[in-house]
């Protein structure tokens, strides 16, 4: 009885992200059939070139989480943590980019991670995350304002520019003020009490943020405590995010005015600069900045198509190996963790 109910419960969970994965293809359909139009003006051995690129990106993002969970988890794989990087994508485009945290606390949860631990884990990787995409954000606009090419550029969207990396710089500093000052911390809470008590429908949500804020400050001393974790996290993000930027580099290598290098640091200024504009999943705010950039040195016809490359090796393709884990997880035999779910479906 109990086999033929876990049979049951398995085949139900299996549909259950196969129905997902439909919905999403609904949800995302017109985006999807524009991609996909575009990548067929683009050659089969570019669009590998760029998969590859996008390969790598991902198994620096599960080489920086497997660096973390380690520090709570010490049999933690590195495999585990690139299991993790897909399966969050996935869940970001089927919640319009709220559910990834969440996804990654549950999985690193089911490796025996407490889920505190495993909460402050996911914000530090924001806050390294951030400070990476400043970083180079900063470095590329500093390239760019020292080209000749694109100093001109510069000049037409210097406002737009600054503002980005002000906005960008902020909120690092912010982030690192309340991970490295008690003061800062003491003082954010109180002001989200003093919040809470002006706005009392909101109560629930202060509660959860000012957890977040203690989460951030106590996980983010411990990392900071380890310095090499830290600087090898931080590097590891530099060269995830140069090979991201790497694509649109590839894609456009002799067709437009600008060389290589140019191309990276004009890609590091347009994601640093999608990052400030709020939309879900980041959807749009990419695609304006990057035409309206890059379209100053290229054709639409040769812009568009990198675009949707991008976002197809970016975007799709993790979405789609981020659903095939995660229906690893729910089919497969011993696919799923002892400690947490199983502990659900024997209740």
């Given at each position: 009885?109990?086999?033929?109910?876990?049979?049951?419960?398995?085949?139900?969970?299996?549909?259950?992200?196969?129905?997902?994965?439909?919905?999403?293809?609904?949800?995302?359909?017109?985006?999807?059939?524009?991609?996909l139009?575009?990548?067929?003006?683009?050659?089969?051995?570019?669009?590998?070139?760029?998969?590859?690129?996008?390969?790598l990106?991902?198994?620096?993002?599960g080489?920086?989480?497997y660096?973390?969970?380690a520090l709570?988890?010490p049999g933690?794989?590195?495999?585990?943590?690139?299991?993790?990087?897909?399966?969050?994508?996935?869940?970001?485009?089927?919640?319009?980019?709220?559910?990834?945290?969440?996804?990654?606390?549950?999985?690193?949860?089911?490796?025996?991670i407490e889920?505190?631990?495993?909460?402050?884990?996911?914000?530090?990787?924001?806050?390294?995350?951030?400070?990476?995409?400043?970083?180079?954000?900063?470095?590329?606009?500093?390239?760019?304002?020292?080209?000749a090419?694109?100093?001109?550029?510069?000049?037409?969207?210097?406002?737009?520019?600054?503002?980005g990396?002000?906005?960008t710089?902020?909120?690092?500093?912010?982030?690192?003020?309340?991970?490295?000052?008690?003061?800062?911390?003491?003082a954010?809470?109180?002001?989200?009490?003093?919040?809470?008590?002006?706005?009392?429908?909101?109560?629930?949500?202060?509660?959860?943020?000012?957890?977040?804020v203690?989460?951030?400050?106590?996980?983010?001393?411990?990392?900071?405590?380890?310095?090499?974790?830290?600087?090898?996290?931080?590097?590891?993000?530099?060269v995830?995010?140069?090979a991201?930027?790497?694509?649109?580099?590839?894609?456009?290598?002799?067709?437009?005015?600008?060389?290589?290098?140019?191309?990276?640091?004009?890609?590091?200024?347009?994601?640093?600069?999608?990052?400030?504009?709020p939309?879900?999943?980041?959807?749009?705010?990419?695609e304006?900045?990057?035409?309206?950039?890059?379209g100053?040195?290229?054709?639409?016809e040769?812009?568009?198509?990198?675009?949707?490359?991008?976002?197809?090796?970016?975007?799709?393709?993790?979405?789609?190996?981020?659903?095939?884990?995660?229906?690893?997880?729910?089919?497969?035999?011993?696919?799923?963790s002892?400690n947490?779910?199983?502990?659900?479906?024997?209740?």
């Amino acid at each position: 009885m109990k086999t033929t109910r876990k049979k049951s419960k398995t085949i139900i969970s299996g549909l259950i992200v196969l129905a997902l994965l439909a919905i999403a293809l609904l949800i995302y359909r017109d985006s999807l059939e524009e991609i996909l139009r575009g990548i067929r003006e683009v050659s089969f051995p570019a669009i590998l070139v760029s998969a590859l690129f996008s390969l790598l990106y991902f198994g620096l993002e599960g080489a920086i989480i497997y660096r973390m969970a380690a520090l709570y988890a010490p049999g933690y794989r590195p495999g585990y943590g690139i299991a993790t990087a897909y399966r969050c994508e996935f869940y970001r485009l089927i919640t319009f980019g709220n559910g990834a945290g969440i996804a990654e606390i549950h999985y690193l949860h089911r490796k025996g991670i407490e889920r505190a631990s495993a909460a402050g884990i996911s914000i530090l990787q924001f806050v390294i995350k951030k400070v990476s995409v400043a970083l180079l954000g900063s470095l590329g606009f500093l390239v760019l304002l020292s080209s000749a090419q694109t100093q001109e550029l510069c000049r037409d969207y210097l406002g737009f520019l600054a503002a980005g990396c002000v906005i960008t710089l902020l909120i690092v500093l912010a982030l690192l003020a309340v991970i490295l000052s008690d003061a800062v911390m003491k003082a954010v809470l109180w002001l989200l009490d003093s919040i809470a008590v002006r706005f009392p429908a909101a109560g629930t949500k202060i509660t959860a943020l000012k957890e977040q804020v203690r989460l951030l400050n106590r996980s983010g001393r411990e990392l900071f405590s380890r310095k090499a974790v830290l600087v090898q996290n931080i590097l590891l993000n530099l060269v995830k995010f140069i090979a991201a930027y790497a694509i649109p580099a590839y894609l456009l290598y002799g067709k437009q005015a600008l060389s290589p290098g140019e191309c990276v640091a004009l890609m590091a200024v347009v994601y640093m600069l999608a990052g400030v504009i709020p939309t879900p999943s980041g959807i749009g705010s990419l695609e304006f900045v990057y035409l309206l950039f890059f379209g100053s040195f290229a054709e639409p016809e040769v812009t568009v198509p990198s675009l949707l490359v991008f976002r197809f090796v970016t975007w799709i393709l993790p979405f789609a190996v981020g659903g095939l884990f995660c229906l690893y997880d729910r089919i497969v035999p011993g696919g799923r963790s002892k400690n947490y779910e199983d502990k659900v479906m024997e209740n």
